[in-house]
C-alpha cells in the first residue's frame, strides 16, 4: 500500500506542475496575440497613409516586411498553443493513470473492434470491452499501437519474443516521465486509422509531372522579381512586371489540379506527420539499452537522414499546400512559383524515402505498445516479471491475483502445475470464486506473455 501511495502522490505531483507550465505558456500565448494586433493595426495605419501620399515604394516594402514580421509571430504563437497543449496531454496523462490506479476504467477506449467472439479466450477472460484488460493496458496513441496490443492479447509469442520483449518493457518502466512526454507528443495531432492509410497510399503513388514545370522554375521567377525592381527602379514601365506576373498566373491556373489534387490526397496528413515527428524525434534523442528498443531505435537513425528530420521536410512541404490560399501566400507563390516548387519537392521526398516510411510507423507502434506495458508495470511495482520456465507444461505461482480486481476485495492464491497431463480438479460451492480463479490463471499467463 505504502507503493501505492508514492506512485499516486507522484502522479498529483506531476498534474500539479504541469497545470502550473500550463498556465505560464497561456500567459505568454495572450502576450503575443496583442503584439499581433498591434503590429497588424500598425500595418493598416501606414498602409493608409502609403495610399493616400502615393509612397508606392514604401507601401511595397512594408507589405514585405509585414509579411515576414506577422509570419515570424504567427509561429511563435503557433510554438507557444503547442507547448500548452504538450502540458495539458501530460496532465490528462496523469489523470488517466490516477483512474488507472482507481480501477476506473470508464471512458478508457474498449478494444471491442478487435474481439473474436470464436477465439478460445478472448470474450471469457473480458480481454476486451469495459472493465477489461485492453482499457487498463492501452496507453497508445494511433490506431497501429492500439492493434498491436490486441494482436499480443490474443497470440502466443515464441519465447525468445518474450524475453526481448520483458526486457524492453523493465527498462522503459524505468523511463516513466519520458514515456509520458513520448505518448504526449503524439496525443497533440492523434487522428484516425484513414488518415494514415490516405497517407500511405499518397506516398507509395507516383505523380507524372509535366515536362515544362521545372524550366519554367528557373526562369520565370527571376524575370518577374527582375521586372519588378526595374519598375520600382524606375527602368521599365510597370505593363512589362504585369505581364510577367501574368503568365506566371496562367501556368499556376495549368498546374492547379495537380496541386489540388496533392492537397486532397495530404490535407489531413499533416497532423498525422506531425504526430509521427514528434514521437521519433524523442526516440532518437534517447539511448536505451535492451536489444529489443535499440533495434527499433536504429530504423530511425541508421539512414544519412534521421526519420523525424526526414519526415519534417515532408510536414513543411504539406504545410504549405495547406496555406496556399492565404493572401500573403498567393502573393509570394505568384512571384517564385511556389506551387510548383511544393509539388516537385513532394514527388522528390517520395521518390527517395517512401520505400522507409511504413517500416519507421511499425516501429512507432512498437514503441506504443512497450510504452503502454511499461508505464502499466511502472504504476504495477508490486507486480512481479515472470521467469520463463525451460521445461514444457510447468506453470507456478505465489500470491497469484486478478489486476482488475480492487486490492482490498482481491483473494491471492499459489497454483503449480507440472509435467503433460497432469489435471487439477478445481471445486468449490456457487459463487465461491471457480470462474474468478481460472480467469486470474488465465489473465496472468496472457500478461506474462506479453513480459
Not at 485492453?134 to 494482436?151: C, D, I, P, S, Y
Not at 517512401?354 to 504504476?379: P, V
Request: charged share 15%.
Amino acid at each position: 500500500m505504502a507503493h501505492d501511495d508514492h506512485i499516486e502522490n507522484w502522479f498529483q505531483q506531476n498534474i500539479s506542475r504541469y497545470q502550473q507550465q500550463s498556465q505560464q505558456q497561456q500567459r505568454k500565448s495572450n502576450l503575443i496575440s496583442t503584439v499581433r494586433m498591434v503590429v497588424f493595426l500598425l500595418f493598416i495605419t501606414l498602409s493608409v497613409i502609403c495610399f493616400y501620399q502615393n509612397w508606392w515604394p514604401l507601401l511595397t516594402l512594408s507589405l514585405v516586411a509585414f509579411g515576414f514580421l506577422f509570419g515570424y509571430l504567427v509561429n511563435t504563437h503557433n510554438s507557444v498553443k503547442a507547448k500548452k497543449k504538450h502540458f495539458d496531454l501530460l496532465v490528462g496523462i496523469n489523470q488517466d493513470e490516477l483512474k488507472r490506479l482507481s480501477l476506473d476504467l470508464k471512458g478508457f477506449a474498449s478494444g471491442l473492434e478487435y474481439s473474436i467472439p470464436e477465439h478460445p479466450y478472448c470474450v471469457d477472460l473480458d480481454l476486451f470491452g469495459a472493465h477489461s484488460l485492453f482499457q487498463w493496458l492501452n496507453r497508445t496513441v494511433t490506431n497501429g499501437g492500439a492493434k498491436l496490443l490486441a494482436h499480443g492479447l490474443l497470440q502466443t509469442p515464441p519465447p525468445e519474443k518474450t524475453l526481448q520483449q520483458q526486457q524492453a518493457v523493465k527498462e522503459l518502466s524505468e523511463k516513466a516521465d519520458w514515456s509520458q512526454h513520448f505518448l504526449a507528443s503524439g496525443l497533440a495531432f492523434k487522428k484516425d486509422a484513414a488518415q494514415v492509410h490516405s497517407f500511405l497510399d499518397w506516398v507509395s503513388t507516383p505523380t507524372t509531372l509535366p515536362k515544362w514545370l521545372k524550366p519554367a522554375l528557373l526562369v520565370l521567377p527571376a524575370v518577374a522579381i527582375g521586372l519588378t525592381a526595374a519598375y520600382f527602379t524606375g527602368a521599365l514601365p510597370g505593363y512589362w512586371a504585369f505581364v510577367a506576373l501574368a503568365i506566371n498566373g496562367f501556368l499556376l491556373y495549368k498546374v492547379q489540379p495537380l496541386a489540388e489534387q496533392t492537397y486532397q490526397q495530404t490535407s489531413q496528413s499533416i497532423s498525422t506527420l506531425r504526430s509521427y515527428e514528434a514521437m521519433i524525434a524523442n526516440i532518437e534523442n534517447t539511448e536505451f539499452s535492451s536489444q529489443l528498443l535499440v533495434a527499433l531505435r536504429t530504423s530511425f537513425i541508421d539512414k544519412s537522414e534521421r526519420a523525424s528530420v526526414t519526415i519534417g521536410q515532408l510536414k513543411k512541404l504539406l504545410s504549405r499546400i495547406e496555406v496556399r490560399q492565404n493572401f500573403f501566400y498567393w502573393i509570394f507563390k505568384t512571384y517564385f512559383l511556389l506551387d510548383f516548387i511544393c509539388i516537385i519537392k513532394s514527388e522528390q521526398w517520395k521518390a527517395r524515402h517512401s520505400k522507409h516510411i511504413s517500416h519507421w510507423f511499425e516501429s512507432i507502434n512498437r514503441y506504443e505498445l512497450l510504452t503502454s506495458l511499461g508505464s502499466t508495470a511502472y504504476s504495477q511495482r508490486q507486480f512481479s516479471y515472470p521467469v520463463l520456465a525451460l521445461e514444457p507444461y510447468c506453470f507456478k505461482a505465489s500470491g497469484l491475483a486478478h489486476p482488475l480486481i480492487p486490492v482490498q476485495e482481491r483473494v491471492v492464491n499459489d497454483f503449480s502445475i507440472e509435467n503433460q497431463g497432469t489435471v487439477v480438479v478445481l471445486t468449490g460451492s456457487n459463487m465461491s470464486g471457480k470462474s474468478t480463479f481460472l480467469r486470474t490463471l488465465g489473465v496472468n499467463i496472457i500478461l506474462a506473455r506479453l513480459g
